[in-house]
C-alpha cells in the first residue's frame, strides 16, 4: 500500500494507466479535490497532452464539470455521447479535445469525495458496464491508497505536535523568564503549523487584547505591541477563551488590527488552565497560503492546551524556586546576625578593654589595638549593612540612578515599617555617573541599616542633590539622610552628609 508523497503520486499514476489500459480508454485522469472548496489540487492523466490537460480544465471543474457532477452525487456516471443530448452537468465538452464516451467514478474515503477517476474516448458508446464496475474498483483502490496516505500523514502530524508540546514543556521548566517562556510557545507552534507568525496576545487593562511576544520570519517588532481594541467583534470570543478559525484575515470583517492584511486562514487559541485565562496563541498564514484542515485545528488546540498548563507550571516553579531564595536569605541574614556579628561584637569588647588598661606606657601597643578596634567596628557595619540588604525582596535591578535610589529607600521600608521620603534635585539620572552613584548607595544603604538599628525611629527623610556645590565651587552631588531617632545616649541621631564631586 502506498503511503505519503512520491509512493502515493506513483500508486495513483499507475491506477490511471492501468483503467486506462483496461477500459482502452482514449483519454485518463484521476483529480484531487480540496474538500471544501472543490477547487483541484492534483490531476494525473494518461493520453494527454500538455495541451490538451489545459483544454480538459472546465471537464474537471470540482463545481461544474463532469468532476462536480461526481463530487455532488457520489455515483459514477456513463455517458455515451457527450454531444448528443442532455447529461449530469450539461454542456458540451471542450471543442479541442474530441472526446464522445465519458466514464467515471467518485473517488471516495469514508463518505467524503476527494475526487474522482475519469476515462474518455473518441469513439461514441464506448464503454459498458463492465468498464464502469472496472472503474468503480480501481476508483475503491485510489481511495485506499488516499485515505492511508492521509492516516499516515496525521500520525506523523500529531507525532510532530506532540514532540513540539513536549519540547516547550521541558524548555519552560528550566527557568525561562515569562516574556522568553511565551516567545517559546509562540515560536514552536509557528514551526509546527506552518504559519507566517507566531504570536501571544494578552488582556490589558483597558479591556483589549494586546500582542505581548511573536515569532516570524520577518522582523517581530512590527507585530509586539499591537493591540486589539475594545469592541472588536473577535474580542469577545478571544476573551471568553473561545477558538477563533478564520479563512482571511485581510478580509474578515472581525479582524480590527492595521497588521491584519498581511495574513490570510489564521487561528486563535485560547491560553487556558483550571478556568484561568493566560493569553491566546494566534496562527496566521500568508495571503493565499491554504487553510487549516480539520486535523491542523484539532492538533494546534491540543498543543495550545498543553502549553497553558506548561506555562502555569513554569510559573509555579519561578513561584517555589523565589521563594527557596528568599528562604535562604533570611537564613544567611539570621546566620550573619547570630553567630558572625555577635562574635565580632565581643571580640572587639575584649580588644577594648584590654586597650584601656594600663599598658605601661606601651603607646605603639595601645594604638595598634586601636587600630584593630576601629577596624573591627568598621567591619560590623559592614556586615550589618549586607544583613539589611540580605533582608530586601530581590527585584528586577532598575536602570536609572533616581530608580536605584527607590528600591534602596522601598527596600528599606520592608525593614523599618515605613516608607522613607525621598526628594530629588537637579538632572540625577543624566550627572550621577559611576563610580559616584556606587559610592553613593552604598553611604545610603549604610544609612538606612544605622537608622533600622536605633530605637524610636518613626521617618527618614533622604535628599539626593545634584547642583550641589563643593567649597572650591566644583560641581556636586550630595546626599543627605537624616531621622527622628535617638542614639543609646539619647542624644538626636547625627545626620549623615555625603558628597563628591561630578
Known sequence: MAGTGLDLRTTLQHIVDTATALAGARYGALALLDGEDRRVTDLFTTGMSEDERRTAGPLLDGRTGALGSLVGDAQAVRVDDLTAGPHPWGGTPPPRLAVRSFLGAPVLVHTEVLGSLCLADEEPGHFTDTELALLRLLASQAAAAIGGAHLHEAARQREHWIEGAAAVTRALLTGAGTTDALTTVAERARVLAGAAAGVILQPTPGGGMEIVAASTLDDPAGLVGTAIEPGSPVLVQLLSGEEVFIEDSATDERMTTPVRSRFGPSMMLPLQSG????????????????????????????????????????????????????????????????????????????LESTRRKDLAGDTETAELLGHAVDELDSTIQEVRTAIFALQQPPADAPTTFRGRVLRETGGAAAVLGFQPSVQFSGAVDALVTEPVDGELLDVLRGALAAAHRRAGVSAVEVEVDAGARLADGRAAVRLVVADDGRTEDGDRSPTVIWQAPL
Open 275 to 350: 478556568g484561568r485565562l493566560i493569553g491566546t496563541l494566534a496562527l496566521p498564514r500568508r495571503r493565499g497560503g491554504a487553510p487549516y484542515t480539520s486535523t491542523d485545528r484539532l492538533l494546534a488546540s491540543q498543543f495550545a492546551s498543553q502549553a497553558a498548563l506548561a506555562l502555569v507550571m513554569a510559573d509555579a516553579q519561578h513561584y517555589r524556586e523565589q521563594l527557596a531564595v528568599y528562604e535562604d536569605r533570611d537564613r544567611i541574614a539570621r546566620d550573619l546576625h547570630d553567630l558572625v556579628v555577635q562574635r565580632l561584637f565581643a571580640t572587639e569588647m575584649m
